[in-house]
């Protein structure tokens, strides 16, 4: 899902790099690989590609990272993606 964008410019997503230790964790669960570990530091490399689903937020174990979940709808742009792709979409979902 890589090469799926959500829109320019309006990710709520935000990292407190002073309070980051650099764990890793944001980069091994992002499904679109927003973040980059950098010099021990988190660093977000790609905000057009978030998708706001919290999967950084909640397993960042010093709360580094703030996003507002849910208001880029990521069941329905993982639906939208499973259906250009010829693949089934999962049921439900507010934006599918």
Partial sequence: MKEF???QNVATLALNQVACI???RCAEVCPHQVFSVEQRKAAIIDLDSCMECGACQRNCPVQAIAV???VGCASGMIN???QEHN???AGG???S
């Fill in 22 to 24: 650099g764990c890793g």
């Fill in 68 to 70: 507002d979940v849910g």
């Fill in 93 to 95: 979902g507010c934006c």
């Fill in 5 to 7: 964008r959500y829109l």
């Fill in 87 to 89: 693949l089934k979409a």
């Fill in 80 to 82: 939208r993606w499973l």
